[in-house]
């Protein structure tokens, strides 16, 4: 007899667990070690709606200055699926002189209730921040669709 397993939900990013995935990057015990993780880490922001930390995450050069989230727009956030060679990725961002990256991602999302889909590829850069530690930013992104 097989059991449905009552395993705990897992990140908003798709990841196994909040705690051991895009927690600790936004509770700021840890630093995102790729472009990947940071670009998941905002993705679970925005559905915590942690306008801080997506703005503490933001390149200088490009962060709004504008609130980012509106309170009439309900907005809920449904799954995350990145499309970039993940693995290939990964191993690259592991380079300690990588100081760019992209990361191709389709994100579903409600607004008022009405379904969206938002087809992004985002442009990270890593730069020494504050307390010198080397950190990835998000840029900005394009839109291939
Ligand atoms: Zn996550």
Redesign the pocket.
Known sequence: MSKKSTAPAG???G?PA?AT??GPYIAGTAIAPTAEALM??RY?AYGQRNEPYLLATWHASTRPSEPIMSDEEKVQWLGLEVKSALRLRQRKAEDADLTKDTVEFVARFKINGRAQRLHEISNFVREPAEGGDLRWFYVDGSFPE
Do not use: Q
């Open positions: 990140c908003p990013c990841g909040l995935c895009c998941r880490s679970t």
